[in-house]
């Protein structure tokens, strides 16, 4: 019996989120999401988001809604929390 769907897999972002990186890690959250996984977007390291970046968390957001798996964002420093609030993404995110 496998208990895998009820633990998340977890994607580390990069320090910047921009739009020489938010191609790799669009791919990888597409990767991730077809796996059926729920999915925790590690933004701890991430200091820089700039709109190619949101345009990836919201599409990573719209994505695993499709596919009925969880995605939650954890390690969201102020300046990027500024970002996704203005932006209007966080809303779509329960906040702790």
Do not use: W, Y
Not at 28 to 41: F, M, N, P, R, Y
Not at 50 to 72: C, H, M, N, W, Y
């Amino acid at each position: 019996m496998s208990n895998s769907a009820s633990v998340p897999v977890i994607v580390r972002a990069p320090k910047r989120i921009d739009c020489c990186t938010a191609a790799f890690l669009a791919q990888d959250l597409e990767t991730k999401i077809q796996a059926g996984e729920g999915i925790v977007l590690d933004l701890s390291a991430t200091q820089f988001l700039d709109p190619e970046g949101t345009k990836v968390i919201l599409e990573g957001l719209t994505k695993s809604r499709q596919q009925g798996t969880k995605f939650a964002l954890k390690g969201v420093k102020p300046q990027v929390k500024v970002i996704l609030e203005l932006s209007g993404i966080l809303q779509h995110f329960k906040q702790k």
